[in-house]
């Protein structure tokens, strides 16, 4: 089963899953994954408890199926809410430059209008 390092033969019709290891000439495909993974739960199966840890990894499986539902609902009215926005800042950019200056009040750049308003007593 182990070989020395070597240069890999051609590669075998099909498409193998783990092409090979180093050192370990090993051709294994999805049925061989299959089957190992079958003995590998047989072999746990015989395991005291593994019905209990099973049946956990269930429910937690469930739970984040449930999690991932309400994670894409929550997606979806994001996504919603985003066209809306995007569609409002279309319409507002369509509006002239005109319109635009006489709609908007003059801004005030300081949170403390005392402040504001001493500056502007300065300039």
Do not use: C, W
């Not at 908007?104 to 001493?118: C, D, G, I, T, V």
Request: overall charge positive; proline content about 11%.
């Amino acid at each position: 089963m182990l070989f020395p390092f070597g240069r890999p033969g051609p590669p075998p019709k099909g498409m193998p899953v783990i092409p090979g290891l180093p050192g370990l000439r090993l051709n294994l495909t999805i049925d061989h994954f299959q089957l190992l993974g079958t003995l590998l739960m047989m072999g746990l199966s015989q395991r005291p408890g593994f019905k209990n840890q099973l049946e956990e990894l269930v429910v937690f499986i469930q739970k984040m199926q449930e999690a991932a539902e309400a994670i894409s609902v929550q997606m979806e009215a994001v996504h919603k809410e985003f066209s809306r926005v995007k569609a409002r800042m279309a319409e507002y950019q369509n509006i002239q430059p005109d319109e635009q200056a006489a709609a908007k009040p003059p801004r005030s750049y300081y949170a403390n209008p005392l402040l504001h308003h001493l500056l502007r007593m300065l300039s």
